[in-house]
């Protein structure tokens, strides 16, 4: 069955402290709960997804093969694309590029907002939309398929990996995040192992003409 995208439409930039646990958001700051390990201090933290607001506008986990519930909070090594002097190029063989952090509904109530150094207080608020957005906003997207990528699978060991989110290059207050030429960067992950829950090993890769 072909998979369904879950385009990701933001808001204009807000206090993260306006807003309240679990919510999906980009940018601001992240929930976790107390026993889970950091990501890697280069990481900055792009955004978390409450995907139980999935099941909504013609969604169910079978059309966008996402986990019914649960929250999924996504790091990466993204500094370089600041225009910062972090000097450092995302990509699937780079161990430390990405992490993905899986928390179940059961866990929520044990959520605390992470206030880590390399966070900005502004975040910004997102909707799912089953529709393309217009090609004036970001095309930020959850599931699908790979529609940057230039050929028809990932290279080994990553033949028949899944898209689990793309990122597109985008304006981040205070300033913008540009992949190479107004690229996206891409998380992909197993199939098996997005069946089992397990975002352990999830890789990323930028995608630009």
Known sequence: MKLKPVYIKTSVPVDISALPSASSHLWGMPDLTANVALPHCRQTFIGQFNLGNLQCDGYDSKSHGLPSSGLLSVFADIGHFFCSDID????M????????????E?????LRRRNL???APLAQTVTF?????????????????????EWSDWDYPYNGWRLLFQLDSCDVYPGSLNFYDC?????IISPAALRRLDFSNVKAIVLST
Not at 88 to 91: P, W
Not at 106 to 110: G, L, R, S, T, V
């Open 88 to 91: 450092s190029e995302i990509c």
């Open 93 to 104: 063989s780079y161990s430390d590029a990405c992490t993905v952090i899986y928390t179940p």
């Open 106 to 110: 059961c866990d929520f109530p044990k």
């Open 117 to 119: 150094r390399r966070f």
């Open 129 to 149: 939309s089953p529709e393309p957005l217009p090609l004036s906003e970001p095309e930020h997207v959850l599931s699908g398929f790979p529609t940057h990528r």
């Open 183 to 187: 690229g996206v960067l891409n998380f």
